[in-house]
């Protein structure tokens, strides 16, 4: 199967129903009052969380999700009814970005988790509710507001606790295949591995059965971090991980010095995240049943002496040292403090924290006017401008709100045009 990890699409929310505009023909009732219901709400686009999936594969050929509108009202005070949500299945350890604006959205980690990523509108009231002590028969009604729609990316992060990284061709698809139910595809060529391969590890200690997920991460080269090769699709499944295992191959068998390998890796690993080169790390000596392994060994004890980490000398071939190997790692992920994020991280979506009723006026290279607001842009795409009672009720907004003297200030003259959301108008003072 082939492994997706980054991918575009897009996300509609349903509109919500519009409003009913209706009066009462009852016998017996000679002026019935307004009786139009209001619209449902257009379905939501929430993300959820499936355990089933592994990849973003589907996502290939279905990028644009859609929600069903809401019902219109109706005459007799219905009701339409709200449009079911629509639901988007989506691997655990997605990250749920606006492609637009670069916004984190959502970041699911945990089964079964739901998020709300693109709002359905809400349904457009009917002139039931527009009815009060000056105005007795209304006999306009709101159309559905529209749902929201979003350019999305979505990333998957492995959620593995164990990283494997080292040069290709060092043995980190041996030792995965070793010590889990993993079976990657292992071959004397570089570069076998070009998707990460995830495998659960058991632990026997003491009569216990613990286990934690092992990522083999595809080989990194020179300038990973700066994205050469395929380094940023490698590098983003490394983040997630709590314990590092840095393999080497000892023998030095093709020509490479062990030492500098482990040096060049943790050096694309601190340029691309310092957070992940602080990670608890150890060096696993691989191929210490071929020559030469017994005489770089002195120079790699002496290299994780230097840098302050355990060494393991292993043989992924022979299971030689697996176990002290997997057993320190445990201890490792039961020692594991998680660092705090940094201040400066991605902002995360927050409906709160926008303000609906601010207003701001902006010109285009033509000179037309354009004003943005969350409010007034609803309210333009609810208005019936159809009808002269609707209209009227617009202007009066409009005048509450001080637009006039806000686009007076900015230096509009009779004539000008002005845009607000989908609707352009020729100003009048």
């Known amino acids: 199967m082939q492994f997706i990890d980054r991918i575009s699409i897009r996300v509609i929310a349903g509109n919500g129903g519009n409003g009913k505009s209706a009066f009462r023909r009852e016998k017996f009732v000679a002026k019935g009052g307004p009786s139009g219901g209001d619209g449902g709400r257009g379905a939501d686009v929430i993300f959820v969380v499936d355990n089933n999936m592994n990849t973003l594969l589907d996502f290939r050929f279905h990028r644009k999700f859609v929600g069903k509108n809401g019902e219109n009202g109706d005459i007799k005070n219905q009701y339409g009814h709200n449009a079911p949500p629509c639901i988007v299945k989506v691997p655990l350890g997605t990250l749920v970005k606006d492609a637009d604006t670069g916004e984190t959205l959502a970041d699911l980690t945990e089964v079964g988790q739901e998020a709300v990523i693109a709002k359905g509108g809400r349904g457009g009231r009917g002139n039931a509710k527009f009815a009060n002590s000056a105005n007795r028969a209304p006999t306009f009604a709101e159309l559905g507001e529209p749902g929201e729609a979003r350019n999305l990316l979505l990333e998957l ?28 595809e292992i071959a004397e060529y570089h570069f076998t591995t070009i998707t990460p391969v995830l495998g659960v590890v058991n632990v026997g200690s003491l009569g216990d059965e613990k286990t934690f997920v092992m990522a083999d991460i595809p080989g990194l080269i020179d300038g990973a971090s700066e994205g050469v090769g395929l380094g940023h699709d490698f590098l983003r499944h490394v983040e997630r991980t709590k314990v590092i295992i840095h393999i080497v191959d000892a023998s030095g068998i093709e020509g490479r ?16 995240s310092e957070r992940i080169a602080r990670r608890p790390q150890v060096l696993a000596c691989n191929k210490m049943d071929l020559p030469g392994a017994e005489e770089n060994l002195p120079r790699l004890r002496e290299l994780a002496e230097k840098e302050g980490i355990e060494i393991f000398p292993i043989s992924a071939a022979t299971r030689q040292g697996l176990d002290e190997l997997i057993k320190r790692v445990a201890v490792l992920l039961d020692e594991y403090v998680e660092e705090p994020e940094a201040e400066d991280t991605s902002k995360v979506y927050d409906a709160k924290a926008e303000d609906p009723d601010e207003i701001t006026i902006t010109r285009n290279d033509s000179g037309d006017f354009i004003v943005s607001g969350k409010a007034l842009e609803k ?5 019936n401008f159809g009808n002269d009672e609707a209209v009227r009720r617009f202007q009066y907004i409009w005048r509450i709100k001080g637009i006039d003297k806000k686009l007076q200030e900015r230096g509009i003259k009779e004539g000008n045009t002005v ?6 108008f020729e100003y009048r003072d």
């Open 157 to 184: 992060k492995l959620l593995a606790d164990v990283g494997l990284v080292g040069y290709p061709s060092v043995g980190k698809s041996s030792l995965i295949a070793k010590v889990s139910a993993a079976r990657p």
């Open 257 to 272: 010095d062990p030492v500098e390998d482990y040096l060049k890796i943790n050096k694309e690993l601190k340029i691309y």
């Open 379 to 383: 309210l333009v795409a609810m208005t």
């Open 419 to 424: 845009h607000i959301g989908d609707m352009e």
